[in-house]
């Protein structure tokens, strides 16, 4: 997780948007917020934790919903990545909050919306 600030810094710089700021977030193309969100994950689930963590979708487990979520990062989906279920995950990160509020927003982001009937 410490590349990630990284990360994103070096996106903004390419996008001549000013970092560290409040704003800059919802300066990038949802483009950029897709590809960052991708390497976030990517991170993820690399960590020897997440088969153990439980899903909260009733699933097998965090790493079975991350999984999931892949649809959404391929080239040409970008309809269906939802930069705003990722955000709060972002801002967690790039703050420096404490691991179980990152974790809260991780299950946050990897779980898929309720579709309405």
Known sequence: LYAFPAS????????GISYPTPDALRQLRKKDLQNLAFR???TLQIL???????SNTGRANLLDDMLRRLPAF???????FDSDQFEPLFNAVLTNKPNDKIWRQVYCAVTEATRPP
């Open 48 to 54: 020897p934790i997440i088969p153990l963590l439980r």
């Open 8 to 15: 994103f810094e070096s996106v903004c710089k390419d996008r």
């Open 40 to 42: 976030l994950l990517s």
């Open 74 to 80: 391929t080239p040409g989906n970008l309809d269906s």
